[in-house]
């Protein structure tokens, strides 16, 4: 006899109230079936409490699982998917007020190690900035960080386009040599 068939010989007895063929059952598919809940929940204790109703929908139920050559597992492991998608959604409805659904999201704000590297690096920019000559980080300033497009600044600094293009190059270079060091 497969496993397949010993367990669905064990659902047949569950169907007919067999409380040895019950524990038997849970003895072989219980971790498999904690394993998917615990996946779809990732809370412990919500995951046991699921697959406690997993069981009992399963000792209810047992009867109308059908032998059709499918696995029994695959019906086992539906049905408790299947509730711990329940017991989830339900976490998300019972939040009562804005601010305790706004717990369940993650912050999406930078860590303290994130705005380390960030405070860092914008040092370090600001410095290679101070490298350059004036005008050029002007330059660099006014396209890269304010918005103005190459046509506005060559109008701005009455200079043909392709000499502002090349100018805004070679400074980028330099900051990018600076920034590199």
């Not at 009867?63 to 019906?75: A, E, H, K, Q």
């Not at 409805?93 to 717990?103: G, I």
């Not at 660099?140 to 043909?160: N, Q, W």
Request: proline share 4%; glycine share 4%.
């Amino acid at each position: 006899m497969t496993p397949q068939d010993e367990i669905e010989a064990l659902l047949a007895q569950v169907a007919l109230g067999d409380r040895s063929a019950f524990a038997e059952l849970y003895r072989r598919t219980s971790a498999k079936l904690f394993g998917v809940v615990l996946r779809v929940l990732d809370n412990r204790s919500e995951a046991e409490e699921v697959l406690q109703d997993v069981y009992v929908r399963i000792w209810n139920k047992a009867g109308l699982y059908r032998v059709n050559g499918l696995s029994p597992m695959t019906w086992l492991i539906t049905l408790s998917r299947n509730l711990a998608i329940d017991r989830r959604r339900a976490r998300v409805r019972r939040a009562t007020s804005p601010s305790e659904a706004m717990d369940e999201l993650p912050d999406p704000s930078p860590g303290p190690e994130a705005q380390a590297i960030a405070k860092s690096t914008q040092s370090q920019v600001d410095e290679c900035f101070d490298e350059l000559p004036q005008d050029r980080a002007d330059m660099l300033r006014r396209v890269y960080l304010h918005g103005e497009s190459y046509a506005e600044l060559a109008a701005h600094l009455d200079a043909k386009l392709n000499t502002v293009r090349t100018w805004l190059r070679r400074s980028l270079m330099d900051l990018w040599e600076c920034l590199s060091r």
